[in-house]
């Protein structure tokens, strides 16, 4: 996910209107379209937290179309959300169960989009092989954080951290 320096994912309403900066980093590395398409191939599904669908679901409806592809998605959630295309298929109970049993014999790279809480479960049940985590130029004050709170330490590796010019990714993190 894209966090700001202050380790935001959205602020408390949900909205992501600073995500959009202007800011450009001329020391960065550029991110070529080919190299974001090429990357996205490499995703097998897609996992995410109901408010992150619902995000989505208004992104698309305000003309800035589906992220997602034509990609299996995974929405968890106890209710009844709309299902506005084939790709998509609810899921609500043991996320654990749900990745190893369900997913993983079928899709190699399970993305898990978020948000919060999704990406804090994740962690907690030790589900993640990958972690990455962009950082945006900017002081929100508060908002969701990108990792709730968790009831114990979790050592990570760091592997690889790159300095973006623009958006997409400001600095990225990426440890395992
Ligand atoms: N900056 C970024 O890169 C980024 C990335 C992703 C998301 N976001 C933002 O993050 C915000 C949402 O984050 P969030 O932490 O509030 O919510 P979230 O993780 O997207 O969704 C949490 C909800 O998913 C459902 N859920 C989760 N696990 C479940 C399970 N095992 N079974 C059934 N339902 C389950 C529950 O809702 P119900 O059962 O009530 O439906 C839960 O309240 C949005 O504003 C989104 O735009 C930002």
Redesign the pocket.
């Known amino acids: ?3 700001s320096l202050d380790g935001f ?2 602020r408390r309403d ?1 909205r ?1 209107d600073w ?1 959009e900066t202007s800011d450009e980093f001329v020391g960065g590395d550029t991110m070529d379209p080919e190299f974001v398409e090429a990357f996205l191939k490499t995703i097998d599904c897609y996992v ?5 669908y619902e ?1 989505a679901l208004r992104f698309e409806a305000q003309g800035f179309g589906w992220w997602y592809g034509d990609k299996p998605t995974f929405v ?4 009844e959300l709309p299902r506005t295309r084939e790709t998509v298929e609810f ?5 654990a169960r749900f990745v190893n049993g369900r997913l993983r014999p079928t899709y190699r790279n399970i993305w898990f ?6 990406s804090t ?1 994740c962690l907690r049940l030790g589900l993640a092989n990958d972690v990455r985590y962009s950082i945006l130029p900017i002081l929100i004050g508060d908002g ?1 954080p990108f990792f709730e709170r968790l009831d114990r330490d979790i050592d990570l590796h760091l592997a690889e951290v790159k300095a973006l010019q623009e958006r997409r990714g400001g600095s990225s993190l990426r440890g395992t």
């Open positions: 996910m894209v966090a994912i959205a949900g992501v995500l995410m937290g109901s408010r992150t995000t968890l959630t106890s209710r899921y609500s109970g043991d996320l989009v978020g948000g919060g809480m999704v479960e969701i």
